[in-house]
């Protein structure tokens, strides 16, 4: 497609709730990277990925935080046992994997009741 | 974290001035990015300069580069009301791929 895609556009998810982000990349994009964004501050990084292969996930949180991207495209990014600190707008971005900008979706805006 | 900041966090001016925003980081880069982000949207790309660059221009969009002080500013010229947004810097660091962002600077415009 043009842009990245992300689904849903808002999930609303009861604490304790397991919930599954999706992220569509520019076609060809080698690079994906996964942040999350609490209201009022700037993107904390989560995660990347070259192709298939999850390359640097050392802002993954927590072990209830899990991202895949099996087949170098669609990536989904899985939180298992929410709660309420999860609460946070998760963006999906992706690269050509060179030196220019990364190209961002609209986000994810999460919420846990 | 090794994200940088920003200065000043938020800026206020009468449509028509210029706006400048200032980003400072903490380990050498190989290139540093400007993001505007509109409430509730995702960000979009504004700017990149690489590290052996001190100057860059696009559009209305200035921004500077100075790796001996670590720092960058972006200058918006004549500035308009759909400018106002949240303004990120974000940089790459040597050896790495991923952007760390400052906390941004959210930019309002007055008509």
């Known amino acids: 497609g043009a842009g990245v895609s992300q689904s849903p556009r808002y999930k609303v998810a009861k604490r304790g709730q397991d919930v599954a982000l999706r992220c569509d990349p520019i076609s060809g994009h080698v690079s994906l990277f996964w942040y999350q964004q609490a209201l009022g501050q700037g993107p904390e990084f989560l995660t990347y990925?070259?192709?298939?292969?999850?390359?640097?996930k050392s802002g993954l949180p927590s072990d209830r935080f899990f991202a895949e991207r099996p087949e170098g495209s669609v990536s989904t990014l899985k939180i298992q046992r929410t709660q309420q600190e999860d609460s946070a707008v998760y963006l999906c971005?992706?690269?050509?994997?060179?030196?220019?900008?990364?190209?961002f979706g609209s986000g994810t805006r999460l919420t846990v009741v | 974290s090794q994200q940088g900041e920003e200065d000043p966090q938020a800026l206020s001016i009468q449509e028509g001035e210029n706006a400048t925003m200032n980003c400072s980081y903490k380990t050498s880069i190989n290139n540093l990015q400007w993001y505007r982000q509109n409430s509730g949207r995702g960000l979009v790309h504004l700017i990149l300069i690489r590290s052996n660059e001190r100057e860059k221009h696009s559009g209305r969009l200035r921004v500077t580069l100075d790796t001996s002080k670590k720092s960058s500013s972006l200058l918006i010229t004549a500035s308009r009301a759909a400018d106002t947004a949240s303004y990120f810097c974000?940089?790459?660091?040597?050896?790495?791929?991923?952007?760390?962002f400052g906390q941004g600077t959210r930019l309002t415009i007055n008509p």
């Open positions: 990925f070259q192709n298939e292969a999850q390359l640097d």
């Open positions: 971005a992706s690269s050509l994997g060179g030196l220019e900008g990364y190209t």
């Open positions: 974000a940089t790459v660091f040597q050896g790495a791929q991923k952007l760390v």
